[in-house]
């Protein structure tokens, strides 16, 4: 006997899936998680190894203002670019131009000058090829978020690591934290005294010789107490 389709009967109709953001478990606390999830999106804290943010296949990199100032002081954000380099699609948000100023034309309100924040804002984009995106706040971050997760997939890699430094990078990144200190400084006092160790107990007029005025900064620092 054939069974008889009944036209009325309900049937069970799929819903969406909600896309999924991945979010690094250092950002859990951020207003922007809480944000996404009044959205409706379907958030995973995870350990991402690059970057704060998977959406779609696309990386992103948040910071607010005042971090994106230090970050690029300590050169922590140099790394967070190479590393984001591991992927085709790729952002760097920066959070909060509505709250906080990026820079202005006086030099000591931030401590950077402002020509030093638009030559690094054009390094991101014409050396790193990184694009960015500047949000009024968290709100404004979260909705750029889900915006993009609506947005066709695109693959990513399935093993994007940290990048890991050799011995002489490890020792040239530590310096270039001390302030006033570039690449070019710090290559040319590991030249002159081979070891982080030996810069440190070098004299003062042995440090002035090989970078002038730089030697105060680089002596302030070390002696500084906690």
Request: hydrophobic share 35%; no cysteine; charged share 35%.
């Amino acid at each position: 006997m054939k069974e008889i389709f009944n036209i009325f009967s309900r049937r069970k109709t799929k819903l969406p899936e909600k896309p999924k953001i991945e979010i690094d478990y250092r950002e859990k606390n951020s207003l922007v998680v809480s944000e996404l999830i009044n959205l409706g999106l379907d958030v995973e804290i995870k350990e991402l190894k690059v970057a704060d943010y998977l959406v779609n296949g696309t990386a992103i990199e948040r910071k607010t203002v005042s971090d994106f100032i230090s970050s690029m002081k300590n050169r922590r954000l140099i790394r967070q670019l190479e590393e984001l380099q591991q992927y085709e699609s790729k952002l760097l948000i920066v959070e909060g131009i509505d709250e906080q100023e990026l820079y202005t034309d006086s030099e000591e309100i931030i401590g950077m000058h402002p020509n030093s924040i638009r030559g690094f804002l054009l390094s991101i984009l014409l050396n790193y090829k990184v694009p960015v995106i500047f949000t009024k706040n968290y709100m404004d971050t979260a909705k750029f978020i889900s915006v993009l997760s609506k947005k066709e997939p695109r693959e990513a890699p399935l093993n994007a690591t940290k990048k890991f430094r050799s011995r002489k990078e490890q020792a040239q990144y530590i310096l270039e934290g001390f302030p006033g200190i570039g690449p070019k400084t710090a290559k040319k006092l590991l030249k002159k005294f081979r070891t982080i160790k030996s810069i440190i107990n070098a004299a003062e007029e042995d440090l002035k010789k090989e970078i002038g005025k730089k030697a105060e900064n680089l002596l302030r620092i070390i002696e500084q107490e906690y």
